[in-house]
């Protein structure tokens, strides 16, 4: 599967984005998605995931509350909405797609998936 991420932008502080995974190749309905973010200098790290049934999430804690994540199987895409955006947001933002799951299985691993986009950068300004 290939993965297409987009919608990041440079926000002020306070605002919002939604950010869209789109995905061709293989049917999307078998996958786990999981979002990550890349500061400069800094690690790759989860900040959330959705199962491939849509039916369940789980967020890292530093974004709960203001990050969610839904997925149309319909088509083929993955959304991830940032409300109440802080500077400390500003990253590169990829998704990623792990089909080794169970249908409501979702991995904080970044290892545990093989499908990546090629990233959106986000820039929230203070």
């Known amino acids: 599967v290939q993965l297409q991420a987009s919608g990041g932008g440079l926000v002020q502080a306070g605002g919002s984005l939604r950010l869209s995974c789109a995905a061709s190749g293989r049917t999307f309905s078998g996958y786990a998605v999981g979002w990550f973010r890349q500061a400069p200098g800094k690690e790759r790290e989860f900040v959330g995931g959705?199962?491939?049934?849509?039916?369940?999430?789980n967020y890292a804690d530093s974004v709960k509350g203001r990050f969610t994540i839904s997925r149309d199987n319909a088509k083929n895409t993955v959304y991830l909405q940032i409300n109440s955006l802080k500077p400390e947001d500003t990253a590169v933002y990829y998704c990623a797609a792990d089909n080794r799951r169970t249908p409501y299985g979702i991995s904080p691993e970044a290892g545990s998936y093989d499908h990546w986009g090629q990233g959106t950068q986000v820039t929230v300004s203070s």
């Open positions: 959705i199962s491939r049934s849509g039916d369940r999430s």
